[in-house]
């Protein structure tokens, strides 16, 4: 009986000993359905790595910003999330809420262009999980070539198609601005491409940083810009209302409908997903394509405007500068090419590590390949400026209004609230 005594507890210490050894990470984002699968299939590629780390993942919705915020306040947020919101970032590593990343990661493999990206002050906050580039338009192929419509590359071309299109009893544009809390961000997308192509990336630059007021020409010439098409009931599907009420994701589905509702629609690379998810048998490069949003002032040309999520840091205490060396690790693995392959793979999605190899990620998919490499080789290139500015208004008033100006707010009115909001938020 002795003996058994001591037998069982030696197992229960054994048992103890190697709970206590397990490492953990907690991990928040939030990306719904198959990019939720695809990140669980990195995270369980690195457990298989690292046995003695165990993730957690929590998936919020659209409302993370205010999820994270009210968690940090609490001083409980997660360890890591992936988020594409950079003007946060900025905000929460200037306040001491994010671990500074220097010394700690290896960022070499980066895309050239995103790794400035991930700095604050010049300090690394954040590494690449994802890229996207949104200067994309999307059409149907076999609908194009059926009725003889040409690519246009500049904008006076792109409205020229749009007016041959309404003349034949067609739609031009599929719209969608809906994403709950989030509504109105794929507008944002809209007016960003716009003012790099007419105000160029120098004033981009100051607009983002509250360097110019919102209510300055450059700023109303690009909404009324957006305004030609989102606010002409002829070129758009449904409508304003239809582009206020459709949700984001269901946008590009009039483009495949027989007959098609709609035949152009502006969207990030993210959306090929999308579609294929919602029509299995499409064929992309085949059945469907992009081609770059169109110059509109030749002195700009046609830059390059993304997005993507940049994993951060936050001080949960430990001896890496307020971290755990697990934590350090999964991060580390996130902009890997083991889990880059993993998760743009999946999805179609832009790797943000430039030695994947195209071909073996992208091998039925030429189209991720061709915004891959119009990444990879920018030369003028900008990240969404709604997600650089302060989160209460580029993921606050900025979105909002957008809804106000499509739903019939005039301009003036839109961008006086929204400059009033950019006063106290850079203020901060």
């Known amino acids: ?29 939030g990306w719904p359905g198959h990019q939720a699968v695809a990140f669980a299939k990195v995270v369980e590629a690195f457990m298989a790595e690292y046995p003695d780390i165990n993730v957690t993942v929590e998936i919020v919705g659209r409302d993370r910003p205010a999820i994270l915020e009210t968690r940090i306040a609490a001083g409980n947020p997660p360890d890591i999330s992936p988020i594409p919101w950079l003007g946060l970032m900025t905000e929460w590593a200037r306040e001491g809420h994010l671990v500074p990343l220097d010394g700690l990661v290896d960022v070499t493999e980066q895309i050239d262009a995103l790794t400035p990206l991930g700095m604050v002050d010049g300090v690394l906050y954040g590494t690449w999980q994802s890229a996207n580039v949104k200067s994309l338009v999307w059409y149907n192929v076999n609908e194009f070539e059926a009725r003889g419509y040409e690519i246009p590359e500049t904008w006076d071309e792109l409205m020229a198609l749009s007016d041959q ?14 994403s709950g809390a989030a509504s109105g961000w794929p507008g944002t997308d809209w007016i960003e491409d716009i ?27 690009a909404f009324e810009t957006f305004g030609e098409i989102v606010l002409n009931p002829d070129y758009v599907y449904g409508g304003p209302v239809g582009a206020l009420t459709t949700n984001f994701g269901d946008a590009a589905a009039p483009l495949f409908t027989d007959p098609p509702g709609a035949f152009l629609h502006k969207q ?17 490069g085949e059945d469907f394509d ?34 755990r060396e697990e934590v350090i690790a999964f991060v580390q693995f996130l902009s890997s090419v083991e889990a880059q392959t993993i998760w743009a793979s999946e999805l179609g999605e832009m790797a943000a590590n430039k030695n994947i190899d195209p071909m073996a990620v992208y091998p039925d998919d030429p189209i991720a390949r061709t915004a891959w490499q119009m990444l990879l080789e920018a030369e003028i290139f900008r990240y969404d400026g709604s997600d650089l500015m302060p989160g209460a208004v580029g993921a606050g008033s900025f979105w909002t209004g957008v809804m106000d100006y499509v739903s019939g707010v005039p301009l003036d009115v839109v961008l006086e609230f929204i400059e009033d909001t950019a006063i106290d938020a850079y203020a901060d």
Do not use: C
């Not at 299109?165 to 809906?178: C, K, M, N, R, T």
């Not at 990030?268 to 992309?284: K, M, N, R």
């Not at 994993?311 to 430990?318: A, K, L, W």
């Open 165 to 178: 299109i309404v003349a034949d009893g067609g739609v031009p544009w599929s719209i969608g601005l809906e």
């Open 290 to 323: 992009v081609f770059p949003f169109p110059e509109i002032d030749p002195e700009f040309g046609i830059p390059i405007m993304g997005g993507g999520d940049v994993s951060i840091v936050f001080d949960t205490g430990g001896p890496l500068n307020g971290t």
């Open 1 to 29: 009986m002795r003996k058994a005594m001591l037998l069982l507890l030696g197992i229960l210490m054994i048992g103890g000993l190697a709970l206590a050894q397990q490492k953990s990470v907690h991990v928040m984002h």
């Open 195 to 221: 003012m790099l192509r007419t105000a160029g990336p120098e004033v981009y630059d100051q607009w983002v940083n509250h360097e110019i007021p919102w209510t300055h020409p450059a700023v109303v010439e």
């Open 268 to 284: 990030a690379t993210f959306i090929s997903g999308f579609i294929t998810d919602q029509f299995p048998g499409l064929v992309p």
